[in-house]
């Protein structure tokens, strides 16, 4: 397995190849939208909590989400049937592949293979990055994940917040 360290263009331009087209009002992503602010989208959270996808838009060729991992927490091994490209934006921690550790932080991007077997352990911050599923079948499984839930946050840093007493950057509310 390779971590492939691009810049951010690349994933931008995968996104724009692979997921939604906006070229005509009938060709539409499967939320009903061919353009949508963040803040619309649908938030879903895995059972055990510690993980929630935003779903920002979903097509016939690939899938696109926010993917986010509480402080600390993690996503246990599974493998998707589907090409997965991820491109971390906010927090570290270490990402297995085929029981090969990686070291994952921000502006980079990682590929893995359909089948591969994969797992995150979360550092101490908010972990977030974009997602994309191609084609868009491994997104499948978020259908079973709570939904309404609020997206998790990271907490202003004491610089930010005056006298608050918090302990800095590396906490989120929830």
Known sequence: MNIQHTMA?????????????????????????????????????????????GILAEGKEAFLGKLRVRPNGSIKKHSDPSEQYLYILRGSGTLTIDGTEYTVEPKMTIFVEPGAEMSFQNGDGLFEALQVYAPPEAANKYSKWETGVSPFKPQPTRGENQGSGSSGGGSVSF
């Open 9 to 53: 263009g690349l994933v931008v331009g995968l996104i724009l190849g692979v997921g939604i087209t906006a070229t005509a009002q009938d060709e539409k992503n499967a939320l009903g939208e061919v353009v949508m602010s963040e803040g619309l989208s649908a938030t879903r959270q895995a059972p055990d909590g510690d993980t929630q996808v």
